[in-house]
């Protein structure tokens, strides 16, 4: 059973960082060879793209990004430690929601929630005044 698991939640002042970690557990499983995404939701509301980067497999990645952390947040990639970080600065309290990462296998960049295949359980962001 592949899960993804995300970690580096917590609460921030506005203004302040935070870098989230995707990785895998169970079977042998490779982020490399899957486009990631970030998506968020926040109470009562559905569930958001933040950010994606197209898989590795020896090609550049590239990523993608909603508009409203444009500027703000960047995605980047470990490979020896299996794992997907998202960089997130100047956090605002519009900023607070439970973020999810998630594993597409398909050969284009996704923002659709329903192409991702794998999502981890979510880590909270709590962005206080």
């Known amino acids: 059973q592949v899960q993804l698991v995300e970690s580096g939640g917590g609460l921030v002042q506005a203004g302040g960082s935070l870098r989230l970690s995707c990785t895998a557990s169970?079977?042998?499983?490779?982020?490399?060879?899957?486009?990631i995404g970030w998506f968020r939701q926040a109470p009562g509301k559905e569930r958001d793209f933040v950010a994606a980067?197209?898989?590795?497999?020896?090609?550049?990645?590239?990523?993608d990004f909603a508009d409203f952390v444009k500027g703000r947040f960047t995605i980047s990639r470990s490979s020896a430690k299996n794992t997907v970080y998202l960089q997130m600065n100047s956090l605002n309290p519009e900023d607070t929601a439970v973020y999810y990462c998630?594993?597409?296998?398909?050969?284009?960049?996704?923002?659709?929630?329903?192409?991702?295949?794998?999502w981890g359980q979510g880590t909270q962001v709590t962005v206080s005044a």
């Open positions: 169970g079977r042998a499983f490779s982020l490399s060879n899957y486009n």
């Open positions: 998630a594993a597409d296998s398909s050969s284009m960049l996704q923002s659709g929630r329903y192409a991702y295949d794998y």
């Open positions: 980067t197209t898989r590795t497999g020896g090609r550049t990645s590239y990523a």
